[in-house]
């Protein structure tokens, strides 16, 4: 199968390797930058104690970042659970991360503020404190600029609440103000201004919870409910909204459970962070859309495989294992680790785990692949596969036994690999810890020097589809 057309679809959940779940993504710079909540791999109820970071230009190829923040972040706060739905803004060139969390002896919640310099962090707490004290349902902060400069923070289950920010973005000014809520408003307010429209939409009638909206003509309200963007559905206690523009399409995230019911047919807080393409219709209204399916987006413009990918770079992971028929089932996986320089690679590589990369274009040919590893045990190949994970081969590399913790570069030659196709790295060797990934690349034939009309080509944007 030839994608020459365009892209990739995606995969929903966007994520396999973790739980995740209140996603808060964030355009920065030309990249959706998606923060997370993360439910523990053993959670019942709800266990959470630190943030992740995918990041993504294409939303089908997402690149796992990493930690920026965790409960440590907050040293005053109870350190072993409550990291719940958190929201990151830029500002002034530095970017601004809201987080519920909890303190010892206390029943309420509180939210923390922590500031950074990049979207990845390292976060730190710069007031030492809470920037709301304990109160009531103190959760879920969401945040938006308006177009006077004057910062908004909305929190709140079952109420909604806001105050002004100054422009540190790290203080308060003004009254804490309580506003008359949608009446189906249950929690997970995202805020935002598109237009002349404000909009706040939120988790919708608990439980289990759909995602409703509002819209107002000034970002204090008063809030116009207009029903719901998606129905709750008995197979999902929780959803949980994240809205943006990008590259000029428009996107809902939130979660289901899916990849917990791969596991068991006990409901535990283990969500997985799903997308949606939509278009607003010509009056702002959002549309209603469908329930989560497992198929998710259309890939903005396809992967360039000749500069360097990192490892972690993945539409799809065999830790659970899926075809379409038979949906989902436990295979052998790879996982991510974060190095103490921050850097992200992939780890505990099983016998039989792959990682897919959607819509690669290979242009008019590839004529080697090249991977960085570091700790190989045995001879493990890396053996490249289109389009399905036994579709054709274009390559095997057989990489050295060396568990030496270095990275280094090992190659193999590629044949019969050109135009855009779903890409399969298929992993084999003795064990489940076969080596660690950095980073891959492939080498265009020689002579076939890769015009700049072919990159434009390459990154021709297909026409928007609404889902
Ligand atoms: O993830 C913990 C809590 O569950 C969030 O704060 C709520 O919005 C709900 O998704």
């Not at 959940?13 to 990249?31: K, M, N, S």
Request: proline letters at 8%; a negative charge.
């Amino acid at each position: 199968m030839s994608l020459t057309s365009g892209g990739a679809q995606a995969d929903n959940p966007i994520v396999q390797t973790r739980f995740t779940a209140d996603p808060a993504p964030l355009v920065h710079d030309g990249v959706v930058n998606l923060y997370t909540g993360h439910d523990e791999d053993r959670a019942y109820g709800f266990d959470m104690r630190d943030w992740r970071l995918y990041s993504s230009t294409d939303m089908v190829n997402w690149t796992d970042r990493g930690s920026p923040a965790s409960l440590k972040t907050f040293a005053w706060a109870e350190q072993d659970n409550g990291a719940w739905a958190p929201q990151v803004i830029a500002r002034d060139g530095k970017f601004y991360f809201y987080a519920p969390v909890r303190v010892a002896g206390r029943p309420d919640t509180v939210i923390g503020v922590a500031v950074a310099d990049r979207p990845e962090g390292p976060f730190r707490d710069p007031i030492g404190k809470p920037l709301i004290p304990a109160r009531t349902g103190a959760i879920d902060p969401t945040v938006a600029i308006d177009d006077d400069g004057q910062a908004y923070l909305y929190w709140g289950n079952p109420d909604l609440w806001y105050v002004k920010l100054n422009r540190d973005m790290t203080s308060t000014t003004g009254p804490v103000i309580k506003v008359a809520k949608p009446i189906d408003y249950q929690e997970g307010p995202w805020f935002y201004k598109r237009g002349p429209h404000y909009y706040m939409a939120y988790s919708s009638t608990c439980c289990p919870e759909g995602i409703g909206y509002a819209m107002a003509d000034k970002a204090t309200g008063p809030w116009v409910p207009k029903g719901p963007i998606m129905d709750p559905n008995a197979a999902s206690t929780g959803n949980h909204p994240g809205i943006i523009d990008y590259k000029g399409r428009s996107y809902l995230f939130g979660f289901h459970y899916e990849l917990n019911f791969a596991l068991t047919p006990l409901h535990h807080e283990r969500r997985s962070i799903t997308l949606r393409q939509f278009t607003y219709n010509a009056d702002g209204a959002i549309p209603r859309l469908p329930w989560w399916d497992d198929r998710g987006v259309d890939q903005i413009a396809p992967l360039d495989p000749y500069r360097w990918v990192e490892a972690e770079t993945i539409a799809w992971t065999s830790r659970i294992g899926r075809d379409r028929d038979r949906p989902y089932r436990w295979a052998p996986g790879v996982t991510t680790a974060q190095g103490e320089d921050g850097r992200v690679h992939v780890t505990r590589i099983a016998d039989r785990s792959y990682i897919k990369i959607g819509g690669v274009d290979f242009r008019r040919g590839a004529a080697s692949f090249a991977a960085s590893v570091a700790r190989v045990h045995g001879r493990p190949t890396i053996t490249l596969h289109l389009d399905r994970v036994d579709g054709p081969v274009v390559g095997s590399l057989a990489l050295k036994n060396d568990d030496s913790p270095a990275w280094r570069t090992e190659t193999a030659p590629v044949t019969g690999a050109n135009d855009v196709h779903d890409l399969f790295l298929v992993f084999n060797g003795g064990g489940d810890a076969l080596f660690d990934f950095d980073r891959w690349q492939f080498r265009p034939l020689e002579g076939l020097e890769i015009s700049r009309r072919d990159q434009d080509a390459s990154r021709r944007v297909r026409p928007a589809s609404a889902s």
